[in-house]
């Protein structure tokens, strides 16, 4: 089968390295935000698609049977343009949502819709560990009443104030040296993305132990799909 995946996550890679291995024609599309991305199996297409028009013409002219959607839970658009695309071109669509993290028992987070909420619910005076990426950075370090830790793999494009710091660093990451990372900058309040995976996982239990406050941004809509939550339900549900 003639397969799209739209990656750049594990479940991307892990998914074209097992098909081309199974002997498929498979194609991962990449952003090509990340430099020096670690790349799966089978073919690569680096960049944007040109919204709807762009990917549904792709699709049609590659021949691709099936789409793929493997990206981020927190992607964005590409997300929302792979329903109008597949759907206009009648290929079918599977999108891969690992599971939401839920709250540890007996902690409680402040669960809120977008950046700019999360960054009002931030208290003057917090020292925050913020894990949300580089969009909507400015969002929050408009808030120079607080101190940020902003943790990126790459650097931002711009010049981060004075009371933000940039630490970069790459998944995973363990329980312990997120409690010494918490400890060591007295991180107050953590912000992240519910992303769901194991190799972000590390900072809720490290918050939950410090007393950390978690401000959670919940994840978007991005319209119907096929939608399974591993490698292997893929497979499933491409009758593969």
């Not at 120079?144 to 940039?166: Q, S, T, Y």
């Not at 190799?199 to 119907?224: D, F, N, S």
Request: hydrophobic share 45%.
């Amino acid at each position: 089968m003639k397969i799209l995946i739209l990656g750049g996550t594990t479940e991307a890679r892990e998914l074209a390295n097992r098909l081309v291995a199974e002997g498929h024609d498979i194609t991962t599309s990449l952003a090509g935000r990340t430099r020096d991305p670690k790349l799966p199996q089978g073919g690569i297409r680096m960049g944007r698609f040109g919204g709807i028009p762009g990917l549904a013409a792709y699709l049609n002219a590659a021949g691709i049977e099936a789409l793929v959607d493997a990206t981020h839970p927190y992607a964005g658009q590409i997300s929302v343009n792979a329903v109008a695309a597949a759907g206009a071109g009648g290929v079918k669509l599977v999108r891969v949502m690992r599971p939401a993290w839920e709250p540890l028992p007996g902690q409680r987070w402040t669960i809120v819709d977008t950046m700019a909420e999360a960054a009002r619910s931030i208290p003057t005076g917090a020292d925050v560990l913020l894990t949300t990426g580089h969009s909507g950075l400015e969002i929050f370090l408009e808030r120079d009443d607080c101190h940020f830790i902003v943790r990126l793999i790459e650097p931002p494009e711009f010049k981060v104030p004075g009371h933000a710091e940039i630490l970069l660093s790459r998944p995973p990451y363990d329980v312990d040296s997120e409690i010494q990372l918490m400890q060591r900058h007295g991180v107050t309040h953590l912000v992240s993305k519910n992303s769901g995976g194991r190799q972000t996982a590390g900072k809720l239990e490290a918050a939950h132990r410090l007393g950390v406050t978690v401000i959670m941004i919940g994840r978007p809509h991005y319209g119907p799909a096929l939608e399974v939550a591993s490698v292997d339900a893929v497979v499933a549900a491409l009758g593969l």
